[in-house]
Protein backbone atom coordinates (compact mmCIF):
# COMPACT_ATOMS: atom_id res chain seq x y z
CA UNK A 1 0.00 0.00 0.00
CA UNK A 2 1.10 3.80 -0.62
CA UNK A 3 2.22 4.86 2.70
CA UNK A 4 1.08 7.87 1.61
CA UNK A 5 -2.31 6.61 1.14
CA UNK A 6 -4.97 7.06 4.16
CA UNK A 7 -6.65 4.20 5.87
CA UNK A 8 -10.05 5.79 6.25
CA UNK A 9 -12.21 5.49 9.56
CA UNK A 10 -14.49 2.53 9.59
CA UNK A 11 -17.23 4.68 11.10
CA UNK A 12 -16.49 8.17 8.88
CA UNK A 13 -20.00 9.66 9.38
CA UNK A 14 -19.63 8.88 13.35
CA UNK A 15 -16.29 10.48 13.42
CA UNK A 16 -17.26 13.53 11.56
CA UNK A 17 -20.22 14.40 13.53
CA UNK A 18 -18.33 14.02 16.69
CA UNK A 19 -15.28 15.60 15.80
CA UNK A 20 -18.09 18.78 13.67
CA UNK A 21 -19.34 19.13 16.93
CA UNK A 22 -16.68 21.73 18.20
CA UNK A 23 -18.41 24.03 15.02
CA UNK A 24 -21.80 22.97 17.33
CA UNK A 25 -20.37 24.93 20.37
CA UNK A 26 -18.43 27.43 18.81
CA UNK A 27 -21.17 29.04 17.08
CA UNK A 28 -23.52 28.25 19.41
CA UNK A 29 -21.32 30.50 22.03
CA UNK A 30 -20.66 33.01 20.29
CA UNK A 31 -24.80 33.46 19.24
CA UNK A 32 -25.76 33.17 22.88
CA UNK A 33 -23.46 35.57 23.52
CA UNK A 34 -25.10 38.12 20.98
CA UNK A 35 -27.86 37.05 22.20
CA UNK A 36 -27.09 37.85 25.62
CA UNK A 37 -25.28 40.77 24.87
CA UNK A 38 -28.18 43.14 25.18
CA UNK A 39 -29.57 42.05 28.30
CA UNK A 40 -25.80 42.31 29.70
CA UNK A 41 -25.70 45.82 28.25
CA UNK A 42 -29.21 46.71 30.35
CA UNK A 43 -28.21 44.73 33.61
CA UNK A 44 -25.07 46.09 34.11
CA UNK A 45 -25.28 49.61 32.56
CA UNK A 46 -22.04 48.33 30.04
CA UNK A 47 -20.54 51.33 28.36
CA UNK A 48 -19.85 50.53 24.30
CA UNK A 49 -16.47 50.18 24.89
CA UNK A 50 -17.09 47.47 27.31
CA UNK A 51 -19.09 45.28 24.58
CA UNK A 52 -16.61 45.91 22.34
CA UNK A 53 -14.45 44.40 24.91
CA UNK A 54 -16.29 41.65 25.07
CA UNK A 55 -16.79 40.97 21.53
CA UNK A 56 -12.69 41.36 21.15
CA UNK A 57 -12.20 38.59 23.63
CA UNK A 58 -14.78 36.44 23.26
CA UNK A 59 -15.00 32.92 21.57
CA UNK A 60 -15.44 35.26 18.56
CA UNK A 61 -12.33 36.71 18.14
CA UNK A 62 -8.77 37.09 20.16
CA UNK A 63 -9.40 34.00 22.67
CA UNK A 64 -10.25 31.70 19.99
CA UNK A 65 -7.09 32.71 17.90
CA UNK A 66 -4.77 32.29 20.31
CA UNK A 67 -6.10 28.98 21.49
CA UNK A 68 -5.85 27.80 17.66
CA UNK A 69 -2.42 28.89 16.79
CA UNK A 70 -1.48 26.87 20.29
CA UNK A 71 -3.77 23.73 19.77
CA UNK A 72 -3.09 23.61 16.00
CA UNK A 73 0.74 23.43 17.19
CA UNK A 74 0.01 20.86 19.67
CA UNK A 75 -2.63 18.66 17.36
CA UNK A 76 0.35 18.05 14.74
CA UNK A 77 2.79 17.20 17.73
CA UNK A 78 0.50 15.37 20.06
CA UNK A 79 -2.02 13.96 17.99
CA UNK A 80 -5.71 14.92 17.09
CA UNK A 81 -7.64 13.21 19.28
CA UNK A 82 -5.56 14.10 22.61
CA UNK A 83 -6.46 17.84 22.06
CA UNK A 84 -10.21 17.59 20.92
CA UNK A 85 -11.01 15.25 23.97
CA UNK A 86 -9.53 16.96 26.63
CA UNK A 87 -10.46 20.91 25.57
CA UNK A 88 -14.05 20.05 26.06
CA UNK A 89 -13.59 19.98 29.66
CA UNK A 90 -11.79 23.45 29.52
CA UNK A 91 -14.69 24.55 27.63
CA UNK A 92 -16.80 23.41 30.31
CA UNK A 93 -14.99 25.48 33.07
CA UNK A 94 -15.26 28.49 31.00
CA UNK A 95 -19.34 28.39 30.07
CA UNK A 96 -19.75 27.83 34.05
CA UNK A 97 -18.75 31.12 34.61
CA UNK A 98 -21.05 32.47 32.03
CA UNK A 99 -24.35 30.54 33.53
CA UNK A 100 -23.10 31.84 36.78
CA UNK A 101 -22.39 35.17 36.04
CA UNK A 102 -23.00 37.74 38.00
CA UNK A 103 -20.67 40.72 37.13
CA UNK A 104 -19.32 41.71 34.08
CA UNK A 105 -15.52 40.08 34.74
CA UNK A 106 -17.49 36.80 35.03
CA UNK A 107 -18.54 37.61 31.53
CA UNK A 108 -15.13 38.42 29.99
CA UNK A 109 -13.07 35.70 32.29
CA UNK A 110 -15.65 32.96 31.02
CA UNK A 111 -15.45 33.99 27.24
CA UNK A 112 -11.68 34.46 27.56
CA UNK A 113 -11.80 30.44 28.73
CA UNK A 114 -14.54 29.27 26.03
CA UNK A 115 -12.47 31.02 23.22
CA UNK A 116 -9.29 29.58 24.29
CA UNK A 117 -11.01 26.23 23.89
CA UNK A 118 -13.01 26.47 21.00
CA UNK A 119 -9.83 27.65 19.36
CA UNK A 120 -7.75 24.80 20.30
CA UNK A 121 -10.44 22.12 19.21
CA UNK A 122 -11.28 23.95 15.86
CA UNK A 123 -7.63 22.41 13.83
CA UNK A 124 -7.96 18.98 15.45
CA UNK A 125 -11.81 18.99 14.37
CA UNK A 126 -10.91 19.91 11.06
CA UNK A 127 -7.76 17.88 10.09
CA UNK A 128 -9.65 15.09 11.21
CA UNK A 129 -12.77 15.17 9.53
CA UNK A 130 -10.43 15.62 6.34
CA UNK A 131 -7.85 13.02 7.07
CA UNK A 132 -10.79 10.47 8.31
CA UNK A 133 -13.12 10.94 5.21
CA UNK A 134 -13.76 8.70 2.59
CA UNK A 135 -11.66 9.83 -1.29
CA UNK A 136 -14.35 12.02 -3.09
CA UNK A 137 -16.17 12.98 -0.02
CA UNK A 138 -13.92 15.58 1.92
CA UNK A 139 -16.14 18.32 0.80
CA UNK A 140 -19.54 16.49 1.42
CA UNK A 141 -17.83 15.72 5.46
CA UNK A 142 -16.66 18.96 5.60
CA UNK A 143 -20.02 20.18 4.82
CA UNK A 144 -21.06 18.34 7.93
CA UNK A 145 -19.06 20.27 10.42
CA UNK A 146 -20.21 23.41 8.87
CA UNK A 147 -24.38 22.03 9.23
CA UNK A 148 -23.74 21.29 12.99
CA UNK A 149 -22.17 25.36 13.21
CA UNK A 150 -25.41 26.38 11.79
CA UNK A 151 -27.05 24.09 13.98
CA UNK A 152 -25.57 25.21 17.06
CA UNK A 153 -27.36 28.71 16.17
CA UNK A 154 -30.69 27.72 15.44
CA UNK A 155 -30.91 25.79 18.40
CA UNK A 156 -29.77 28.56 20.96
CA UNK A 157 -31.82 31.26 18.97
CA UNK A 158 -35.30 29.12 19.48
CA UNK A 159 -34.04 28.60 22.58
CA UNK A 160 -33.78 32.01 23.61
CA UNK A 161 -37.05 33.14 21.63
CA UNK A 162 -38.81 30.69 23.73
CA UNK A 163 -37.08 31.91 27.07
CA UNK A 164 -37.38 35.51 25.84
CA UNK A 165 -39.58 36.55 29.34
CA UNK A 166 -37.09 34.97 31.25
CA UNK A 167 -34.35 37.63 30.48
CA UNK A 168 -31.10 37.14 31.98
CA UNK A 169 -31.78 33.64 33.68
CA UNK A 170 -33.07 32.15 30.11
CA UNK A 171 -29.36 33.46 29.09
CA UNK A 172 -27.98 31.48 31.58
CA UNK A 173 -30.57 28.13 30.58
CA UNK A 174 -29.25 28.43 27.15
CA UNK A 175 -25.25 29.01 27.83
CA UNK A 176 -26.21 25.69 30.34
CA UNK A 177 -27.12 23.42 27.64
CA UNK A 178 -24.00 24.47 25.73
CA UNK A 179 -21.84 22.91 29.16
CA UNK A 180 -23.97 20.01 28.58
CA UNK A 181 -22.67 19.65 25.16
CA UNK A 182 -19.24 19.90 26.57
CA UNK A 183 -19.16 17.25 29.06
CA UNK A 184 -21.52 14.74 26.62
CA UNK A 185 -18.99 15.11 23.61
CA UNK A 186 -16.28 14.38 26.06
CA UNK A 187 -17.13 11.33 27.11
CA UNK A 188 -18.37 10.26 23.73
CA UNK A 189 -14.82 11.48 21.96
CA UNK A 190 -12.95 9.37 24.63
CA UNK A 191 -13.92 6.24 22.68
CA UNK A 192 -12.96 7.68 18.96
CA UNK A 193 -9.31 6.57 17.62
CA UNK A 194 -6.59 8.87 16.54
CA UNK A 195 -6.01 9.85 12.71
CA UNK A 196 -4.54 6.97 11.12
CA UNK A 197 -3.28 9.62 8.60
CA UNK A 198 -1.14 11.10 11.03
CA UNK A 199 -0.07 8.01 13.04
CA UNK A 200 1.38 6.90 9.41
CA UNK A 201 2.98 10.78 9.12
CA UNK A 202 4.33 10.45 12.30
CA UNK A 203 5.47 7.39 11.94
CA UNK A 204 7.30 8.11 8.91
CA UNK A 205 11.06 9.07 9.06
CA UNK A 206 11.09 10.90 6.03
CA UNK A 207 8.08 13.16 7.01
CA UNK A 208 8.13 13.18 10.69
CA UNK A 209 11.18 15.75 10.81
CA UNK A 210 8.84 18.62 9.16
CA UNK A 211 9.31 22.28 10.80
CA UNK A 212 6.62 24.70 11.03
CA UNK A 213 8.92 26.95 9.31
CA UNK A 214 8.17 25.50 5.67
CA UNK A 215 4.73 27.26 6.21
CA UNK A 216 6.46 30.71 5.73
CA UNK A 217 8.02 29.67 2.24
CA UNK A 218 7.11 29.48 -1.29
CA UNK A 219 3.92 27.47 -2.10
CA UNK A 220 2.64 27.22 1.46
CA UNK A 221 3.41 30.88 2.30
CA UNK A 222 1.18 31.84 -0.88
CA UNK A 223 -1.52 29.30 0.47
CA UNK A 224 -1.55 30.64 3.90
CA UNK A 225 -1.70 34.13 2.77
CA UNK A 226 -4.53 33.41 0.39
CA UNK A 227 -6.69 31.62 3.05
CA UNK A 228 -6.24 34.58 5.61
CA UNK A 229 -6.79 37.06 3.29
CA UNK A 230 -10.36 35.19 1.84
CA UNK A 231 -11.63 34.26 5.20
CA UNK A 232 -10.16 37.13 6.68
CA UNK A 233 -12.21 39.43 5.20
CA UNK A 234 -15.37 37.18 5.02
CA UNK A 235 -14.85 36.93 8.53
CA UNK A 236 -14.32 40.61 9.77
CA UNK A 237 -18.17 40.91 7.87
CA UNK A 238 -19.45 37.58 9.60
CA UNK A 239 -18.01 38.13 12.96
CA UNK A 240 -19.53 41.74 13.42
CA UNK A 241 -22.99 40.61 11.91
CA UNK A 242 -23.08 37.25 14.06
CA UNK A 243 -21.98 38.80 17.41
CA UNK A 244 -24.17 42.52 16.63
CA UNK A 245 -27.02 41.84 14.51
CA UNK A 246 -29.53 41.04 17.58
CA UNK A 247 -28.24 44.53 19.27
CA UNK A 248 -28.28 46.27 15.54
CA UNK A 249 -31.30 45.49 15.30
CA UNK A 250 -32.66 46.46 18.83
CA UNK A 251 -30.31 49.84 19.12
CA UNK A 252 -30.52 50.93 15.61
CA UNK A 253 -33.37 48.89 13.78
CA UNK A 254 -36.28 49.29 16.93
CA UNK A 255 -36.73 45.72 16.82
CA UNK A 256 -37.51 43.68 19.48
CA UNK A 257 -35.41 41.17 21.62
CA UNK A 258 -37.95 38.53 20.26
CA UNK A 259 -38.17 39.58 16.55
CA UNK A 260 -33.75 39.99 15.98
CA UNK A 261 -33.57 36.23 17.69
CA UNK A 262 -36.32 35.15 15.51
CA UNK A 263 -34.88 36.98 12.12
CA UNK A 264 -31.31 35.21 13.80
CA UNK A 265 -32.43 31.79 13.86
CA UNK A 266 -34.18 31.76 10.24
CA UNK A 267 -30.99 32.57 8.98
CA UNK A 268 -29.30 30.11 10.41
CA UNK A 269 -32.09 27.38 9.03
CA UNK A 270 -31.53 28.99 5.42
CA UNK A 271 -27.32 28.35 5.62
CA UNK A 272 -28.05 24.75 6.54
CA UNK A 273 -30.78 24.29 3.52
CA UNK A 274 -28.06 25.91 1.43
CA UNK A 275 -25.08 23.76 2.85
CA UNK A 276 -26.93 20.66 2.06
CA UNK A 277 -28.12 21.95 -1.33
CA UNK A 278 -24.90 23.54 -2.64
CA UNK A 279 -21.64 22.78 -1.18
CA UNK A 280 -22.46 19.04 0.46
CA UNK A 281 -23.68 18.21 -2.75
CA UNK A 282 -21.61 19.37 -5.19
CA UNK A 283 -18.44 20.74 -3.78
CA UNK A 284 -17.00 17.51 -4.54
CA UNK A 285 -18.10 17.46 -8.29
CA UNK A 286 -18.03 21.04 -10.11
CA UNK A 287 -15.55 23.75 -10.56
CA UNK A 288 -15.13 24.98 -6.79
CA UNK A 289 -13.85 28.20 -8.47
CA UNK A 290 -17.41 29.36 -9.38
CA UNK A 291 -19.33 27.55 -6.62
CA UNK A 292 -17.16 30.01 -4.49
CA UNK A 293 -17.68 32.78 -6.84
CA UNK A 294 -21.41 32.55 -6.34
CA UNK A 295 -21.48 32.63 -2.87
CA UNK A 296 -19.38 36.09 -3.55
CA UNK A 297 -21.78 37.61 -5.34
CA UNK A 298 -24.62 37.09 -3.51
CA UNK A 299 -23.17 37.75 -0.73
CA UNK A 300 -22.06 41.09 -1.96
CA UNK A 301 -25.34 41.51 -3.30
CA UNK A 302 -27.42 41.03 -0.10
CA UNK A 303 -24.57 43.20 2.32
CA UNK A 304 -25.18 45.87 -0.08
CA UNK A 305 -29.03 46.12 0.66
CA UNK A 306 -27.96 47.72 4.02
CA UNK A 307 -25.58 49.95 2.76
CA UNK A 308 -28.12 52.12 0.22
CA UNK A 309 -31.55 51.28 2.00
CA UNK A 310 -32.81 51.85 5.81
CA UNK A 311 -32.79 49.72 8.16
CA UNK A 312 -36.58 48.00 8.64
CA UNK A 313 -37.67 44.68 9.27
CA UNK A 314 -38.44 43.65 5.61
CA UNK A 315 -34.97 44.79 4.47
CA UNK A 316 -33.68 42.73 6.91
CA UNK A 317 -35.54 39.97 6.00
CA UNK A 318 -34.48 40.44 2.39
CA UNK A 319 -30.84 40.84 3.68
CA UNK A 320 -30.80 37.45 5.70
CA UNK A 321 -32.08 35.33 2.39
CA UNK A 322 -29.55 36.64 0.54
CA UNK A 323 -26.87 36.54 2.74
CA UNK A 324 -27.36 32.82 3.94
CA UNK A 325 -28.02 31.21 1.17
CA UNK A 326 -24.95 32.53 -0.78
CA UNK A 327 -22.75 32.60 2.40
CA UNK A 328 -23.04 28.85 3.91
CA UNK A 329 -21.34 27.43 0.87
CA UNK A 330 -18.96 30.05 0.39
CA UNK A 331 -15.84 31.27 2.20
CA UNK A 332 -16.11 29.53 5.83
CA UNK A 333 -17.01 25.81 3.84
CA UNK A 334 -14.49 26.24 1.74
CA UNK A 335 -11.86 27.51 4.31
CA UNK A 336 -12.34 24.85 6.22
CA UNK A 337 -11.80 22.20 2.79
CA UNK A 338 -9.19 24.14 1.74
CA UNK A 339 -6.93 24.42 4.79
CA UNK A 340 -7.43 21.08 5.27
CA UNK A 341 -5.85 20.26 1.84
CA UNK A 342 -2.93 22.68 1.62
CA UNK A 343 -0.82 21.45 4.16
CA UNK A 344 1.26 18.37 4.60
CA UNK A 345 -0.04 16.10 7.46
CA UNK A 346 2.32 16.81 10.42
CA UNK A 347 1.83 20.67 9.25
CA UNK A 348 -2.01 20.68 8.52
CA UNK A 349 -3.25 21.68 12.33
CA UNK A 350 -0.25 24.08 12.87
CA UNK A 351 -1.63 25.62 9.41
CA UNK A 352 -5.18 25.88 10.32
CA UNK A 353 -4.56 27.20 13.57
CA UNK A 354 -1.90 30.08 11.92
CA UNK A 355 -4.55 31.00 9.77
CA UNK A 356 -7.37 31.15 12.28
CA UNK A 357 -5.70 32.72 15.16
CA UNK A 358 -4.63 35.97 12.52
CA UNK A 359 -8.49 35.61 11.12
CA UNK A 360 -9.91 35.66 14.65
CA UNK A 361 -7.49 37.70 15.91
CA UNK A 362 -7.88 40.16 13.41
CA UNK A 363 -11.96 40.33 14.23
CA UNK A 364 -11.05 40.84 17.62
CA UNK A 365 -9.34 44.43 16.87
CA UNK A 366 -11.71 45.18 14.72
CA UNK A 367 -14.58 44.54 17.17
CA UNK A 368 -12.93 47.22 19.35
CA UNK A 369 -14.58 49.56 17.13
CA UNK A 370 -17.86 47.97 15.71
CA UNK A 371 -19.69 49.86 18.66
CA UNK A 372 -18.75 53.59 17.89
CA UNK A 373 -19.14 52.52 14.04
CA UNK A 374 -22.59 51.55 14.78
CA UNK A 375 -23.39 54.79 16.77
CA UNK A 376 -21.71 57.35 14.19
CA UNK A 377 -24.38 55.80 11.37
CA UNK A 378 -24.80 52.07 10.56
CA UNK A 379 -24.96 52.88 6.82
CA UNK A 380 -20.84 53.70 7.15
CA UNK A 381 -20.70 49.92 8.78
CA UNK A 382 -22.52 48.37 6.29
CA UNK A 383 -20.70 49.61 3.26
CA UNK A 384 -17.09 48.79 5.36
CA UNK A 385 -18.72 44.93 5.89
CA UNK A 386 -19.38 45.11 1.46
CA UNK A 387 -16.19 45.55 0.82
CA UNK A 388 -15.12 43.05 3.39
CA UNK A 389 -16.89 40.54 1.26
CA UNK A 390 -15.98 41.64 -2.02
CA UNK A 391 -12.07 41.69 -1.41
CA UNK A 392 -12.55 38.21 0.22
CA UNK A 393 -14.63 37.09 -3.00
CA UNK A 394 -11.90 38.19 -5.29
CA UNK A 395 -9.34 37.02 -3.39
CA UNK A 396 -11.21 33.67 -3.54
CA UNK A 397 -11.94 33.75 -6.85
CA UNK A 398 -8.25 34.44 -8.12
CA UNK A 399 -6.34 31.74 -6.04
CA UNK A 400 -8.92 29.36 -5.50
CA UNK A 401 -6.83 25.79 -6.02
CA UNK A 402 -9.09 22.55 -7.90
CA UNK A 403 -8.77 19.72 -5.70
CA UNK A 404 -12.33 18.04 -6.59
CA UNK A 405 -11.78 14.27 -6.23
CA UNK A 406 -8.14 14.18 -5.37
CA UNK A 407 -7.34 12.20 -2.22
CA UNK A 408 -5.29 14.04 0.47
CA UNK A 409 -2.46 11.38 -0.76
CA UNK A 410 -2.51 12.50 -4.50
CA UNK A 411 -2.49 16.16 -3.19
CA UNK A 412 0.37 15.45 -1.14
CA UNK A 413 2.78 13.65 -3.63
CA UNK A 414 1.97 16.60 -6.20
CA UNK A 415 3.13 18.66 -3.23
CA UNK A 416 6.40 16.87 -2.23
CA UNK A 417 7.21 17.14 -6.81
CA UNK A 418 6.11 20.86 -6.78
CA UNK A 419 9.09 21.60 -3.54
CA UNK A 420 11.65 18.98 -5.48
CA UNK A 421 10.75 20.60 -8.92
Not at 180 to 186: F, I
Not at 197 to 210: I, T
Not at 322 to 327: D, P, V, Y
Amino acid sequence: MDKLAPENSQHPWRDTILAGLANYIDAGSIVAGSVALALWKEAYSLTDGFVGLIAAFSANAISAGIGALVGGWLCDRYGRKRIYQWDMLVYAAGMTLLVLASAPWMIVTGFVIVGLAVGADIPASWSLIAEQAPDGERGKHSGVAQLLWYLGPVVVLLMSLALTDLGILGARIVFAHLLVVALVLTLMRSRMRESRVWEAARDDPDRSRASWTVLFKGQYLVSLASLVGMYGFWNLWAGTNGFFFPYILRTVGAATQAQSVAIQALSFGLGMISIYVMFMRLSDRVDQRLLFGASAAIQVAGMALLAVLPLTLPVALLHVLLMQFGGAFGAQSFFQLWSSEMFPTLLRSTAQGIAFAIVRIGLGIFSFFVPWLTSTGFHTLAWILTGFLAASGLIGILWAPRNAGKSLAELEREREGTVSG
